[in-house]
Each structure stands twice: as structure tokens, then as C-alpha cells.
């Protein structure tokens, strides 16, 4: 089982930064809503050792409030790779990384309101177009 740091939202890129020398890469940044905890949202940094071969994770717990006022800071310029997922993070979660190059949505639509992996989220969605159905459903272009 990897170490794991539990850190402040402010503590995290400082402490990434510190630990670039001896962590080679960034494996993932990933999301999670612990809802009805708080603070609700986690962010989950997964970094690996290839010399030693060894695992670290660094975890960080923010409010709503906290993740929309951008209070995580972006890693990109410490590890390249966690560019496309801090913008996953912030696609489904809504995480906002201060001094990201590039935050925007990357898989919803750049109009789509809300964060689907919240727990809080309405499951559902809109209707599937089979071919049994295609008379009953409307179509989206009408």
C-alpha cells in the first residue's frame, strides 16, 4: 500500500514541488466527492519513484466553495501530464486550478451546466434513440 500525504488545498503545489526531485512523474490527478462529508471534494495527486519503485499519493480536501474560488493551484509546470487531468477534474468536479495554461471542459459540451460526477448530480439523463423507439423519441436536430 502507497504512503499517502493528506494536505491543506495551499499546502499541495509547494509539496509537489518538493517532491519532484525524487518522484519522476505524475501518474494521475483524479477527483472525488465524499458528499455528505466535508469538505465534500477530493483531489488525488498519484506520483511514482521509477528508481525505487514506489508510489505516493498526496490527497487535498476542498469545499464547494473552495474548489470554485480556484483555491488548488495547477502542478502542469511541475509535471506536464497533469494538464489533461486537472482539466478532467475540473470537467466533472468542478475544481478550479489557479495558474492552469488551458482550464476548460474536455469532454462535456463547453455550454453544459453543471459537474457530473458530483454525488449530488441528478441521475437520468436524456433519452436514448433505439430503434424500437425512434417514433416516440424526439429527435435532436428538431
Given at each position: 500500500?502507497?504512503?499517502?500525504l493528506?494536505?491543506a488545498?495551499g499546502?499541495?503545489r509547494e509539496?509537489?514541488?518538493s517532491?519532484?526531485?525524487d518522484w519522476?512523474m505524475?501518474l494521475?490527478?483524479?477527483?472525488c466527492d465524499?458528499?455528505?462529508?466535508?469538505p465534500?471534494?477530493?483531489?488525488h495527486?498519484e506520483?511514482i519513484?521509477?528508481?525505487?519503485?514506489?508510489?505516493?499519493?498526496?490527497?487535498t480536501?476542498?469545499?464547494?466553495?473552495q474548489?470554485?474560488?480556484?483555491?488548488l493551484?495547477?502542478?502542469v509546470?511541475?509535471?506536464p501530464s497533469?494538464?489533461?487531468?486537472e482539466?478532467?477534474?475540473?470537467?466533472f468536479?468542478?475544481?478550479r486550478f489557479?495558474?492552469h495554461p488551458?482550464?476548460?471542459?474536455i469532454?462535456?459540451?463547453?455550454d453544459?451546466?453543471?459537474?457530473?460526477q458530483?454525488?449530488?448530480f441528478?441521475?437520468g439523463?436524456e433519452?436514448v434513440?433505439f430503434t424500437f423507439?425512434e417514433h416516440?423519441?424526439?429527435r435532436?436536430y428538431?
Amino acid at each position: 500500500m502507497p504512503e499517502t500525504l493528506e494536505l491543506a488545498p495551499g499546502e499541495v503545489r509547494e509539496a509537489v514541488a518538493s517532491l519532484r526531485a525524487d518522484w519522476d512523474m505524475l501518474l494521475s490527478v483524479h477527483g472525488c466527492d465524499y458528499l455528505p462529508a466535508e469538505p465534500r471534494l477530493g483531489v488525488h495527486y498519484e506520483l511514482i519513484s521509477m528508481t525505487r519503485l514506489e508510489r505516493l499519493h498526496v490527497k487535498t480536501r476542498l469545499t464547494i466553495e473552495q474548489a470554485e474560488a480556484g483555491e488548488l493551484h495547477s502542478v502542469v509546470d511541475i509535471y506536464p501530464s497533469a494538464n489533461a487531468h486537472e482539466r478532467e477534474v475540473f470537467d466533472f468536479f468542478g475544481v478550479r486550478f489557479t495558474g492552469h495554461p488551458d482550464l476548460k471542459r474536455i469532454l462535456m459540451p463547453d455550454d453544459y451546466v453543471g459537474y457530473p460526477q458530483r454525488r449530488d448530480f441528478p441521475v437520468g439523463g436524456e433519452p436514448v434513440l433505439f430503434t424500437f423507439n425512434e417514433h416516440e423519441t424526439p429527435r435532436w436536430y428538431e
